[in-house]
Nanobody, 130 residues
């Protein structure tokens, strides 16, 4: 059974860093696009970053970042641990939210459209506050 488990959230001061991890069980995540999404109460869910399946080679860059995190975050795979991590730096209060990782089985370049993702984790809370 496919399962995604997020970890690494917490309380951090503005300007700080967090490393979120998405552990994937039941599938080889190399064959899936993995995305990170953020949910804030009262707002629509926002896609923040994704990494495309490593099963294919693409001419284009296989990672994508929303403008809100571009330049402050890095998404990567750890194939040995079946995890996808999202390193976030210079965090701002507006980065606060519940962060979810999700898996998209399409073998194409990843996109930050939640409807494309079939499998979701339970989320991890990130709070950026002084």
């Amino acid at each position: 059974q496919l399962q995604l488990v997020e970890s690494g959230g917490g309380l951090v001061q503005p300007g700080g860093s967090l490393r979120l991890s998405c552990a994937v069980f039941g599938i080889n995540p190399d064959y899936y696009n993995i995305g990170w999404f953020r949910q804030v109460p009262g707002k629509e869910r926002e896609g923040v970053s994704c990494i495309s399946s490593s099963d294919h080679s693409f001419d284009d860059e296989n990672t994508y970042y929303a403008d809100s995190l571009k330049g402050r975050s890095t998404i990567s795979r750890d194939n040995a641990k079946n995890t996808v991590t999202l390193q976030m730096n210079n965090l701002k209060p507006e980065d606060t939210g519940v962060y979810y990782c999700a898996a998209d089985p399409r073998g194409t370049l990843c996109m930050l459209e939640g409807i494309l993702y079939e499998y979701w984790g339970q989320g991890t809370q990130v709070t950026v506050s002084s």
